[in-house]
């Protein structure tokens, strides 16, 4: 049987009323205590569960990807929620301030998640690369691919790896 100790500490009891609202945190007559007993708690909930699947091969591409591209447009590339992997590619050539993009819209703010742009001193040759980057998207966001001009090819490969809540897709 493990030892109780009982805990006095008001600024314990007040972080347990602000965490733990719906406990009542530790109300009037409640002591705090703590005990030397070890309890096990076992979570079987599925997000507890993980995967026994290499973390590459979550990832990996499948018939459910979404792939673009564009020359001097903006498109939509995904708008639903969850978390995306997503594999960007981007060609420049010639010379000027054009770039690619890969953004997130609500519709009113718009954020460059992955940008590249090229310079009146760029070389003559052709500038390319490719990102993959992670994103999140939430209730009315929208991933969008921009090319600024007709000198600049971009691609976009969006393939969702997880729910909004984080439970894995691609199992």
Not at 149 to 160: D, H, I, K, N, P
């Amino acid at each position: 049987m493990g030892q109780e100790f009982v805990i006095n500490s008001t600024a314990l009891e007040d972080k347990i009323n602000q965490l733990l609202p719906s406990q009542g945190g530790a109300a009037a007559g409640v002591d705090l205590s703590a005990s030397t007993m070890i309890i096990p708690i076992i979570d079987l909930t599925e997000s507890a569960e993980g995967s026994n699947l290499r973390q590459d091969l979550q990832t990996a591409s499948n018939i459910n990807t979404t792939t673009v591209t564009t020359v001097n447009s903006t498109i939509t590339v995904v708008n639903t929620t969850g978390y995306w992997k997503c594999d960007f590619t981007y060609l420049l050539n010639g010379l000027g301030a054009n770039d690619a993009k890969l953004m997130v819209t609500d519709g009113i703010t718009t954020t460059d998640v992955y940008r590249i742009q090229g310079t009146t001193a760029m070389p003559s040759a052709p500038i390319s690369g490719e990102k993959q980057i992670i994103i999140r998207l939430r209730a009315g966001e929208t991933l969008q691919l921009r090319s600024s001009a007709t000198s600049v090819r971009v691609s976009c490969s969006a393939t969702q790896i997880a729910d909004i809540n984080g439970n894995l897709t691609n199992l």
